[in-house]
């Protein structure tokens, strides 16, 4: 059985402690499933890095210098797509948080995990998933104004199938189209939506009804 594949990632965070602590305590808590392959304490560089390492995830700190990094998530959504963003943060304001999910960011974890308990989050979120703690999700949950939103059978059909947590490749078949197809639907119910994450879709389709018949 051939051994799991290295999950490479990104930490952006100007603490040096906290990115060295990491590159250190991750392989040996997850038994050398995970690798940080580059780190910056700048945020404005953040996109350049990882486009020159091209890792799975990014984790970036939300409390950073100028430009800071909701800005670095989405210069990295910009700039390597396909990478996977993980937004961390040691306060209990959820505000960055919810800003860096609309600014593309597909999780959020407080950086008072323990290094044990990271390698199952950032696992689903390369799924397709997306992990938030509960008081946060909870945020994402309170009653808002919602615009008006009309949607065909086949957008509300795709906009279930995210609520309920499935990642591309589930939903390329479930609806019997590529994972491209899948990205390019699923990049336009979101600007339909007015919404920058998968996260926030789901969130806005359960308190807005969007999922009625």
């Not at 590159?23 to 486009?51: F, H, I, K, Y």
């Not at 960011?105 to 950032?122: C, I, N, Q, V, Y």
């Amino acid at each position: 059985m051939p051994a799991p594949a290295v999950l490479r990632l990104v930490v952006v965070d100007d603490h040096p402690l906290f990115a060295r602590g990491l590159a250190l305590l991750l392989p040996a808590a997850t038994q050398g499933r995970t690798e940080v392959v580059g780190s910056t304490g700048d945020a404005s560089s953040a996109a350049s890095l990882v486009s020159r390492c091209q890792p799975e995830v990014a984790l970036i700190d939300l409390h950073m210098p100028p430009p800071g990094g909701v800005r670095a998530v989405a210069a990295i959504r910009r700039t390597s797509p396909r990478v996977r963003v993980v937004a961390m943060s040691g306060a209990d304001d959820p505000a960055p948080a919810l800003a860096a999910l609309r600014a593309g960011a597909e999780g959020f974890l407080p950086k008072t995990a323990e290094p044990e308990e990271l390698l199952p989050p950032l696992l689903a979120i390369l799924e397709g998933w997306a992990v938030l703690p509960g008081e946060l999700l909870r945020s994402l949950l309170r009653p808002t104004h919602v615009p008006a939103v009309d949607l065909d059978p086949d957008e509300r059909n795709l906009l279930r199938l995210i609520a309920s947590g499935y990642g591309t490749v589930d939903i390329g078949e479930h609806l019997h189209v590529s994972e491209r197809t899948v990205k390019r639907m699923t990049a336009a119910l979101l600007r339909k939506l007015r919404v920058g994450s998968r996260a926030e879709a789901a969130a806005l389709a359960g308190h807005a009804g969007l999922l009625g018949d």
